[in-house]
């Protein structure tokens, strides 16, 4: 036996959320740092979470007609300041770069922080008559936004991985209707693929994405009591079409300008999926997004491990189709793999002793819930692929329980104030005015998040200002 050192996760996530979340991440071998503060290194294990929530995301897309393109991550300054508003926003967080080896170049150049502006200098060129349109483009790329605020893994880094839509329509209605259904896209993201609830709505005027008319957001709630933005879908109007001068003949053979949304989501959705589900012995993957479903564990004993090791690869060789892991380690002991597997958040976990060679049996163990169950050889594949379904669907259940319960009507700023303190959402009557929301925040360190979609104010008075309730809207302290 080598000498097994303890690699479990060895603070509570109910006692110190940070650390654990932290340890969780590192000890599973997601992620490593990389020698520039804030920028991560992806191992395996993490880039294949990432590329998992990119083929569902991709088909999703491409079903509904958008292509995949890609635009240069270096973008001239005079493109970047085009737009107000949005260079505005954006400013702060900007990384330039000026000088190639000894010579200063005649132009900053902006690592792409996010491509509106370079894309849309092409959308100018591309775009003339109405039969051009819809243009519904989309990237997966990076991009670099320069966070001075402490850098948390996937949550919050300078640099990130995400996918950027740039749509153009020739009338507002099309934009609001696809803003909207993207929205529904990330929600199943994260619902269907990740496990995660999330609550859908509109950003505050004060909140948008600088440069929109309007900015649709899901948001959830982490276990640090800090709400977090999941995605979010741009509805631009012609606010980025003007300056850049995105203009087409129309069927009425007349000069308009066009209408466009974007949209995006990061692998920041990692991150809040791995601190939802998480528990104190590391991460917890829902079955839909882990890329190997099973790991299959021979126990081995003295004058026994033949019998048991050919067992098991040919139970091995008929779970193809869940990725399966065969550890057949002999210098680790069946308790420490069991312990480096479960940190490692794999969905199942399937036993093999001597009594089960004898009785035809495997022992499948949840990584979820810890229940063991005996299953008969025969009936193996087909009750790992019922019990993947039953983790997923109980996985999202737990979840949704604690959103759900997190989420506390209030009609004062006293009353936010004291849920937002104890890590819960306040759920208000609200008038979205921007300096009742700055009166807000000074009051009780929270946000807006988002406004429902379908929940109208009864009351018709603002929890806060008594002006008139326009939006019933979720408040939390968030990252």
């Not at 010579?103 to 039969?131: H, V």
């Not at 019990?387 to 936010?416: C, H, T």
């Not at 609200?430 to 300096?435: A, L, M, S």
Request: proline letters at 4%; aromatic letters at 12%.
């Amino acid at each position: 036996m080598k000498k097994e050192v303890q690699q479990g996760v060895t603070v509570k996530k109910s006692e110190n959320f940070s650390e654990w979340y932290t340890q969780s991440i590192l000890k599973a071998d997601l992620i490593d740092y990389g020698p520039v503060s804030g920028c991560l290194i992806f191992k395996p294990g993490s880039y294949s979470l990432w590329e998992g929530a990119q083929e569902y995301f991709d088909k999703k897309i491409k079903k509904d007609g958008v292509k995949n393109v890609y635009f240069p991550l270096l973008i001239p300054e005079k493109l970047l300041k085009k737009e107000s508003d949005h260079v505005e926003g954006f400013a702060p967080e900007v990384a330039w770069v000026t000088q190639t080896g000894d010579t200063k170049l005649n132009e900053k150049l902006a690592i792409r922080p996010t491509s509106e502006t370079i894309m849309y200098d092409s959308y100018s060129k591309w775009i003339r008559s109405w039969k051009d349109l819809p243009l519904r483009y989309n990237q997966w790329c990076n991009v670099v936004r320069w966070e001075f605020k402490h850098a948390v893994p996937f949550l919050r880094t300078r640099e990130f991985l995400w996918q950027e839509g740039h749509t153009v329509f020739a009338t507002k209605k099309e934009a609001d209707k696809e803003a909207k259904k993207i929205l529904g896209f990330y929600a199943d993201v994260y619902e269907d693929l990740y496990a995660v609830p999330v609550l859908r709505g509109i950003k505050s005027e004060k909140e948008k994405f600088a440069g929109a008319d309007y900015s649709l957001s899901v948001e959830t709630l982490l276990p640090n009591g800090k709400a977090i933005q999941g995605a979010t879908s741009h509805h631009l109007g012609q606010n980025f079409s003007k300056p850049f001068n995105i203009k087409f003949i129309g069927e009425d053979e007349k000069p308009q300008y066009a209408w466009q949304n974007s949209w995006g989501f990061s692998t920041r959705s990692l991150g809040v999926m791995l601190a939802i589900h998480g528990d104190d012995k590391g991460l917890v993957l829902p079955p839909k997004i882990a890329t190997n479903k099973i790991v299959v564990v021979p126990i081995l004993f003295k004058n026994k491990s033949e019998k048991v090791m050919k067992f098991s690869k040919d139970i091995f060789k008929k779970l193809k189709k869940f990725s399966p892991i065969f550890d057949d380690r002999e210098d680790y002991s069946a308790g420490w793999k069991f312990n480096e597997w479960e940190l490692k958040g794999i969905p199942l976990r399937l036993e093999v002793g001597p009594k089960d060679v004898e009785k035809k049996q495997v022992v499948l163990v949840r990584r979820d819930t810890g229940e063991k169950e005996f299953v008969k050889v025969g009936k193996v594949v087909d009750r790992i692929t019922s019990l993947l379904v039953e983790i997923q669907k109980d996985m999202f259940e737990k979840a949704k329980k604690y959103l759900d319960r997190s989420i506390i009507s209030v009609d004062s700023i006293k009353k936010l104030k004291d849920v937002v303190e104890e890590g819960w959402i306040g759920k208000v009557e609200w008038c979205g005015n921007v300096k009742c929301e700055a009166n807000i925040k000074d009051k009780t360190s929270a946000k807006s998040l988002n406004s429902s979609f379908d929940e109208k104010p009864k009351t018709g008075k603002c929890f806060a200002c008594e002006a008139e309730a326009k939006f019933v809207t979720y408040f939390a302290k968030s990252y």
